[in-house]
């Protein structure tokens, strides 16, 4: 089974709305952490906002907020007032295994969406 | 400034032949990782390094091979043996120790294609 979905291959938003990118995520593993990453054009990886499974608090950093809802185990990231810059594709990732675990700590990233940002 | 430098950005490679892929960070980062990206996908795991001198494979190891003599090198061969080795291939770094919110950090890249 896929431990991270993204069931959006491609998404438009027009420049200053909120757009929000889907994330649902697959483990038994109590202790874990979700990233999204944005992949611009040019091929660099570049980390946007971090949420760990114990997190009481919804992430958020600047622009970037993430809706995680751990019951659905799902954890959408929301861009509010989107600019053009914003075009990109976004990656949603989780590491799994906590302090105990002895986990290597090695991400496993979803398909992406790719964000297309109107003006 | 800190970061990871790989190299070159583009890379081609001829039938039987092995390449290097460099990957160089400044960072003091321990643990680096070695991905491949093929087009409109998402990153596959191809090896780590938690330590020098120490790796594992990841998901897509065959026909790759790497080596960490150096804290700060984590080079990846692709050998003969990977029959389709055309994709995107990304390194990546992280800080050490137990905080589980530590993001890895990433180079810009190397493509490479089959000649």
């Known amino acids: 089974a896929q431990k991270i979905t993204q069931t959006q291959p491609g998404m438009f938003v027009q420049e200053k709305e909120a757009v929000t990118l889907d994330c649902t995520y697959d483990?038994?593993?109590?202790?874990?952490?979700l990233f999204w990453y944005k992949q611009p054009s040019s091929g660099e990886m570049i980390f946007l906002i971090y949420q760990g499974s114990y997190d009481q608090q919804n992430a958020t950093e600047g622009r970037y907020s993430l809706n995680f809802q751990k019951a659905r185990k799902s954890a959408n990231l929301v861009i509010s007032a989107s600019q053009l810059g914003d075009s990109a594709m976004y990656f949603c990732a989780m590491r799994e295994g906590g302090i105990s675990s002895g986990s290597a700590r090695q991400l496993t990233f979803g398909s992406g969406t790719q964000l297309t940002v109107l003006p | 400034d800190g970061g990871i430098t790989q190299s070159p950005k583009y890379l081609f490679r001829k039938e039987g032949q092995n390449v290097t892929l460099s990957c160089e960070q400044n960072l003091n980062h321990d643990a680096m990782y070695w991905y491949r990206q093929d087009p409109g996908q998402g990153l596959r795991l191809i090896y780590y390094s938690q330590i020098v001198n120490d790796f594992q494979k990841g998901d897509i190891a065959e026909g790759y091979s790497v080596s960490r003599e150096k804290k700060e090198s984590f080079p990846l061969t692709v050998t003969s043996a990977q029959k389709n080795p055309t994709a995107f291939y990304l390194c990546?770094?992280?800080?050490?120790?137990?905080?589980?919110?530590?993001?890895?950090?990433f180079g810009d890249g190397t493509r490479l294609s089959i000649l």
């Open positions: 990546a770094s992280r800080k050490s120790g137990d905080i589980s919110n530590q993001p890895q950090h």
């Open positions: 483990t038994s593993d109590p202790s874990y952490g």
